[in-house]
C-alpha cells in the first residue's frame, strides 16, 4: 500500500496537486456541439462581450468566432474568455471591428 500511496503522491505533485488524469475525458469527449454550447455560455456570461452579435462555430474541438465587436478590447475578451474551456483546442478569432471604432 505504501507504494501505491507514494505514486499517487507522486502524480499529484507533477499535476498541480491534481491526478494524472485529471482534465482529460474519454476519447470523443466533449462533443463539439458541447464545446459549442460551453463557449455560447462563457461568451454570454462575459459582460465585456457582446455575444449577439457573435457567432460561434467548432470543428474537432477548434473553435471559430465570426462576427463584429466595438473595439479590439471586446475582441480579445471574446478569445480569452473561452480558450481554456474543456475541449477548446484553439481559437480562430475572426472578428472585426465595427465601422467607426476601428482607432481603439
Known amino acids: 500500500?505504501?507504494?501505491?500511496?507514494?505514486?499517487?503522491?507522486?502524480?499529484?505533485?507533477?499535476?498541480?496537486?491534481?491526478?494524472?488524469?485529471?482534465?482529460?475525458?474519454?476519447?470523443?469527449?466533449?462533443?463539439?456541439?458541447?464545446?459549442?454550447?460551453?463557449?455560447?455560455?462563457?461568451?454570454?456570461?462575459?459582460?465585456?462581450v457582446p455575444t449577439r452579435d457573435i457567432a460561434v462555430k467548432v470543428d474537432q474541438g477548434v473553435v471559430t468566432l465570426e462576427g463584429v465587436v466595438r473595439d479590439r478590447e471586446e475582441k480579445k475578451a471574446a478569445e480569452e474568455c473561452i480558450e481554456n474551456l474543456p475541449g477548446v483546442i484553439d481559437v480562430l478569432n475572426k472578428l472585426i471591428l465595427q465601422e467607426g471604432h476601428k482607432n481603439v
Open 1 to 48: 500500500m505504501s507504494i501505491s500511496t507514494n505514486h499517487i503522491n507522486y502524480q499529484d505533485q507533477r499535476n498541480g496537486g491534481k491526478g494524472a488524469h485529471y482534465g482529460k475525458g474519454p476519447k470523443g469527449w466533449p462533443s463539439d456541439e458541447k464545446i459549442k454550447n460551453n463557449v455560447s455560455l462563457g461568451l454570454y456570461l462575459n459582460p465585456e
